[in-house]
């Protein structure tokens, strides 16, 4: 079975995804949506630096539904809104993507609109990545091994001034001056890591009495850029969130995540970076690994680059057939069967 396949925009991971899709032998690419005006009528395979498709990105998205493809991998910049989800599941399009979980922070009504139009489509919606996505699902997994676990928890710990998209974290503040307002911005701006919380509590049937979050945030003591991002002396280059979810009684979480981004050394404070997902099961026995990566050809900076992009959008293009023969409705991990990658021999060259 070939699924078809729609990519939403065409940014740093939207490229990588594009890249999953045309070496995914279950899948086929006939169709691009372009956000900038720049890139509508543009071949694919160009906005992606890779030979000429012969697909032109557009920002008609009647054109694009009417293709008659099963799924959009949509990945754009953030996510605003639920309108054009809303379209496309009615539409009778799967859509997988990588900047929401399972709606729950758009509240009920939105969720219910969102629920409503995949029903009325007959499609599915489910969001990953690598966190939120493939990482918190492995660590959820890891508790199968363990009797009476009281806690699962999990880091993601990274330097992001090799990140190409570090543009995007001004909305988390980044650049600008500390104020009590980033905390409140960066629960609803992170809101999808949030929801993650709940996707591991059915995972493990956890029942959730209580959800926190904190965060602190890292100050650069002179001015640096990374990228084209300035952030000066005095303005936040770093960040760490904690989320926990609560059992009714229980002083200790059961399930925390954690992240600790940073762009560059030498912030204040200065935390120590794992460069990586450090994942922990406390139980009988007691569970924990490490998730790094390097990529298959490490020459330039870009091949690091293109990594993180490639471990966000690979979880989301494997998934494509198992959201397309799923039910309808807004899917997780907690509810879809088992995916994983797809083998493909290597060709003589
Ligand atoms: N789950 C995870 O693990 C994970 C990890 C990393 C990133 N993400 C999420 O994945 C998404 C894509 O990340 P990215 O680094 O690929 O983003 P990006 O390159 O900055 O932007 C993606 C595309 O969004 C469109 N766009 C740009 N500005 C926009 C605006 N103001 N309004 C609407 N669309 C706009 C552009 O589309 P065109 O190409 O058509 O012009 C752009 O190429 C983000 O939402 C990010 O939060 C998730």
């Known amino acids: 079975m070939t699924y078809k396949v729609i990519q939403w925009t065409t940014g740093f991971v939207g490229r990588e995804a594009v890249k999953g899709i045309l070496s995914h032998p279950e899948l086929e690419l ?12 543009q ?11 012969g697909i032109k990105a557009t920002n008609d998205i009647d054109a694009l539904i009417a293709l008659g493809a099963d799924c959009v991998c949509f990945t754009p910049h953030q996510f605003e809104g639920a309108d054009v989800v809303c379209r496309l599941l009615e539409g009778g399009l799967n859509v997988v ?17 969102v629920e409503a139009a995949a029903q009325a489509g007959g499609a599915s919606f489910f969001g990953t990545g690598i ?12 508790a199968t091994v363990s009797q009476n676990f009281s806690c699962v928890r999990f880091l993601e710990s990274v330097d992001v001034s090799h990140y190409h998209a570090l543009y995007n974290y001004d909305n988390l503040g980044w650049g600008q001056k500390p104020e009590p307002k980033w905390e409140q911005v960066n629960r609803e701006v992170l809101s999808f890591y949030e ?7 059915d995972m493990l049937r956890v029942p959730i009495s209580e959800r926190r979050f904190n965060i602190e945030f890292a100050i650069t003591p002179e001015d640096r850029e990374y990228f084209g991002f300035e952030m000066k002396a005095g303005t936040i ?55 790094t990566f390097s990529p298959q050809v490490a020459e330039r900076l870009e091949d690091y680059i293109d990594m993180s992009n490639t471990v966000t959008s690979m979880p989301i293009v494997s998934a494509i057939p198992t959201v397309c023969a799923a039910a309808a409705g807004i899917r997780t991990y907690a509810d879809l069967p088992l995916i994983t990658g797809h083998y493909v021999p290597k060709t003589e060259s």
């Open 195 to 201: 929801e993650c919380l709940d996707v591991m509590a």
């Open 97 to 113: 993507a990588s900047n929401m979980t399972n709606f729950r922070a758009l509240g009920d009504a939105e969720r219910a609109r």
């Open 43 to 53: 071949d694919v395979g160009e906005l992606c630096g890779i030979a000429p498709l």
């Open 131 to 142: 966190f939120p996505g493939f990482a918190n699902y492995i660590a959820a997994n890891m």
């Open 30 to 41: 006939v169709g691009a949506y372009a956000w900038s005006p720049e890139k509508d009528g």
């Open 237 to 291: 280059a770093g960040q760490k969130c904690t989320w926990q979810a609560f059992t009714a009684g229980q002083a200790e979480p059961v399930i925390e995540l954690d992240v600790c981004w940073v762009a560059g050394a030498g912030l204040e404070p200065e935390w120590p970076i794992h460069h990586g997902y450090t994942m922990k099961v406390e139980g009988n026995p007691n569970v924990e690994t490490r998730v």
